[in-house]
C-alpha cells in the first residue's frame, strides 16, 4: 500500500528512542550498526541511553533523528508500505531524499553530521535563538520583526501552519520581539532550547560550507516526487534537489505551503515515519481532512502492521 511519508526535524529527538525497535529487529539493529560504523560515533548508545544533553547536540541530533527514522522507514517497507510522496521537516528533508532513493542512508549521514556540526560552530561563533509564535499570521510576525531589526537579525524561519510561525535571529533582536508578539495578539510567545538561529541570515555562511560538502555526493533523481523546504513544489531531479539544500539552512521552512502543496497531489494516508508527532499535530492545523498516523516506536509498528497487514503476511 502506498503512502505519503513525513520525516520530522530536529526537536523531535527523545532519549530512548530506537532501544524498542532494535531489541525486537534485526533490520533495526543493521541500521544503528550502520550508522555507527559510518560515522565511528556510539550513535546509537547516544539514542538509547543519552544523556539528553549529549543527544540534543545539534551535531548529534542530526544524525540521531536521521538513523532512527530509516530504521522505521525500513521496517515499514518490510512491512509492505511504499513510498508515494515524500517530505520533512529542515533535516527531515534529509530522510526523505533517502526514501526516494536520492541519496544513500550512508551518504546522507555523512552529510547530516557535517550539517550539524556547522550549524553547531556557527552558534557557538555567533549566538543566535528561535521562538514559537502561535496564534499570529505571517504578515503580522513579519511586521514585528521588521520593527527590532536595528538590534540585529530577525526572520521568519518556519512557517510551520497558517498560525504557527517560528523565528530566528539574534539573541537581542528575538527577545526585543517576544513582547512585541505578545501586545500583537500571540496566544503563545516561547524562545526555544536551540544553539542557533536556524533558517535565518545568520545561516550564510554555515549554508556555504555546506554546499561545497553537498556537491561531494551523488544525488540520484527522486523515484517519487519530494516536496522540498524551500519552494513547497513537487521535485525530482537529483541535481535541483542538491541546489535547494544549498539553500535550505539559511532560508525559511515553507512547511505549510509544503503540505498543501502534498495534500494537493495526494489525498490518501499519511505516515510521519520517526520520533515524535509534531508534523501530525501541523498537518492537522493544515488540512482538517487529512488522515495521518505517526510512527516511532515497537507499539505504534505493530498496530500499523494490524491495520494494514500485507497480503503476503496474511496465513
Not at 66 to 92: D, K, Y
Amino acid at each position: 500500500m502506498q503512502f505519503a511519508m513525513l520525516f520530522p526535524g530536529q526537536g523531535s529527538q527523545c532519549v530512548g528512542m530506537g532501544a524498542d525497535l532494535v531489541a525486537a529487529s534485526a533490520e533495526a539493529r543493521r541500521t544503528f550498526e550502520e550508522a555507527d560504523a559510518v560515522l565511528g560515533l556510539p550513535l546509537a548508545r547516544i539514542c538509547f541511553e543519552g544523556p539528553a544533553e549529549t543527544l540534543t547536540e545539534t551535531r548529534n541530533a542530526q544524525p540521531a533523528l536521521l538513523v532512527h527514522a530509516v530504521a522505521v522507514l525500513r521496517l515499514l517497507q518490510q512491512a509492505g508500505a511504499e513510498v508515494a510522496i515524500a517530505a520533512g521537516h529542515s533535516l527531515g528533508e534529509y530522510t526523505a531524499l533517502v526514501a526516494a532513493n536520492v541519496l544513500d542512508f550512508d551518504d546522507a549521514l555523512r552529510i547530516v553530521r557535517r550539517r550539524g556540526e556547522l550549524m553547531f560552530e556557527s552558534g557557538e561563533r555567533e549566538p543566535g535563538t528561535m521562538a514559537a509564535v502561535v496564534g499570529l499570521p505571517a504578515a503580522e510576525v513579519e511586521r514585528v520583526c521588521a520593527q527590532v531589526r536595528d538590534a540585529g537579525v530577525c526572520d521568519l524561519a518556519n512557517l510551520n501552519a497558517p498560525d504557527q510561525i517560528v523565528v530566528s535571529g539574534a539573541v537581542a533582536a528575538i527577545e526585543a520581539a517576544l513582547p512585541r508578539l505578545q501586545d500583537a495578539g500571540a496566544r503563545v510567545v516561547k524562545r526555544l532550547n536551540v544553539s542557533g538561529a536556524f533558517h535565518s541570515e545568520l545561516m550564510h555562511e554555515p549554508a556555504i560550507q555546506l554546499a561545497r560538502y553537498l556537491d561531494e555526493f551523488e544525488f540520484r533523481r527522486a523515484e517519487v516526487p519530494v516536496v522540498p523546504n524551500v519552494t513547497a513544489e513537487l521535485e525530482q531531479e537529483g541535481a535541483q534537489l542538491r541546489e535547494l539544500l544549498k539553500r535550505q539552512i539559511a532560508s525559511p521552512v515553507r512547511w505549510s505551503d509544503a503540505m498543501q502543496r502534498m495534500r494537493a497531489e495526494w489525498q490518501g494516508p499519511v505516515l510521519e515515519v520517526g520520533a515524535g508527532n509534531v508534523l501530525r499535530g501541523l498537518l492537522r492545523r493544515i488540512d482538517r481532512g487529512a488522515s495521518c498516523t505517526s510512527i516511532g516506536d515497537l507499539e505504534s509498528l505493530q498496530a500499523f502492521k494490524k491495520r494494514y497487514r500485507h497480503p503476503a503476511q496474511a496465513e
